[in-house]
């Protein structure tokens, strides 16, 4: 497999330095890519270049993931309007440990020569004295070189400023990439096209240094059509790690794409070849309203990060609130999975005693709780068949529910017509 072309042909690829393509086609390249350690888990934000690195591997190259043990402890300056927080130590081992843990679903430690593996540039950066570095570091770089890079010119025109800290950033960076091209023979560094800048300091460190060659290679910065950022939703990143978004929401998140993203995502985030994809577009296009293009970019991309069963459980959740799955499946479902599903619905917390003693239906919904605004609105809409319990429809005013019909023992499921859904807890 090409991997500049098969970047190119997904529509990944953005910036390519001369002889990169030569050079991987010659051979097995090492190549990497830097992580933020900024917090436990990686977002979808991070799976472009979990992708790239895949693709790498699958090529036949040697990938080399990057978490910033020492960089997270500086901050990145591309991209950013304002510093931000440092991290401890002892957070930041914290976070690694995650992002291992997830990126180990997608690339292959052991798969011979061109096995993945992680580095932490703590590793080398904790014993290296401020004098050794601006001396072995800072005098190959000139700061005409580091004032003419965008994150910084941006920075320093604002009204923010820059500190020292964050404008050796790229210096840091830099001496990474000549690390890894020394002592692991990397001669590729690849990321996102913000920064551009910081890796070909890196290739120029090495030239000017040791009078290496290395080489540079970014992707497109993955954005929506309608322009809004990738990778948030109301309630902010999408994670990766089940705990922070669940496998319902990692599964709604791509379902509900549009058309024209979804054409696109289909291409970065999925391994599908061409024929497969276009194959998926053909029968889109027939009856785009069926989402067939959406479901099948939903299920590949919740398979690979939360398993068949994350995906299984996550198309049941779909079901249950649009479709036709029983009140039973709750039972499937833990407390924060329950939680989890009902988010983004009103929560009402009662008394779990006085469903030992029973309460009416009118005084739960419109008294207890605010499902209905009054004990009138309440009546009405069921006098009216429009109140289902548990996805059964509330026949009569008259009606009290005890523990015995709580889910879980805890939870009771309250519609108001067809989608209007709302939790009530038992505490």
């Known amino acids: 497999m090409n991997f500049v072309e098969e970047l190119r042909w997904r529509g990944m690829l953005h910036d390519i330095m001369p002889g990169t393509e030569e050079l991987l086609n010659k051979s097995m390249v090492s190549g990497y890519i830097g992580f933020d350690p900024t917090a436990d888990s990686l977002h979808v934000g991070s799976l472009a270049q979990i992708m790239t690195l895949i693709h790498f591997q699958r090529a036949g190259h040697k990938p080399f993931a990057l978490v910033g043990g020492a960089t997270g402890m500086v901050g990145d300056p591309s991209g950013k309007s304002a510093e931000r927080n440092l991290l401890s130590e002892d957070v930041l081992q914290h976070n690694l440990n995650g992002i291992k843990s997830q990126l180990e679903k997608f690339l292959d430690f052991s798969s011979g020569a ?8 703590y590793d080398w950066f904790k014993d290296f004295s401020f004098l050794n570095f601006i001396r072995d570091v800072g005098k190959h770089i000139t700061v005409n070189y580091m004032m003419a890079k965008d994150s910084v010119k941006n920075r320093i025109n604002g009204d923010t400023g820059m500190s020292f800290t964050e404008f050796t950033y790229q210096l840091v960076q830099g001496y990474d990439f000549y690390y890894l091209w020394k002592h692991k023979n990397c001669a590729l560094q690849m990321g996102g096209s913000d920064q551009w800048g910081n890796i070909v300091t890196g290739t120029e460190l090495i030239r000017r240094k040791d009078a290496g060659e290395a080489y540079a290679l970014t992707t497109q910065l993955i954005k929506k059509a309608d322009g809004s950022k990738f ?7 999408i994670w990766l790690d089940a705990k922070k978004t669940s496998p319902y929401k990692f599964y709604q998140f791509w379902l509900n794409t549009s058309d024209q993203d979804a054409q696109a995502y289909i291409r970065i985030f999925t391994l599908f070849d061409r024929q497969t994809i276009e194959a998926i577009e053909a029968e889109h ?4 309203h069926m989402r067939v293009l959406q479901k099948a970019l939903a299920k590949d991309i919740t398979i690979r990060v939360h398993g068949e069963a994350g995906f299984e ?6 079901e249950f ?8 499946f709750l039972n499937e479902l833990n407390d924060e999975e329950v939680l989890a599903l009902f988010s983004g619905v009103p929560n009402y917390e009662v008394n779990s005693k006085d469903f030992e003693t029973g309460i009416n239906i009118v005084d739960l919904l419109g008294g207890q709780t605010a499902v209905f605004n009054s004990k009138g609105e309440a009546k009405k809409m069921i006098q009216g068949g429009g109140v289902a319990i548990n996805k059964l429809k509330v026949d009569t005013i008259e009606a009290v529910y005890v523990t015995g019909d709580l889910i879980n023992n805890k939870y009771l499921v309250a519609q108001k017509g067809k989608k209007n859904y709302f939790l009530i807890i038992a505490k």
């Open 114 to 121: 061109n096995s993945a593996e992680m580095v932490n540039n």
């Open 231 to 237: 990778g948030k939703s109301e309630g902010g990143n």
């Open 285 to 288: 296009n027939v009856a785009p």
């Open 313 to 318: 459980k996550a198309v049941k959740s779909s």
């Open 321 to 328: 609130l649009f479709g036709n799955t029983g009140i039973e």
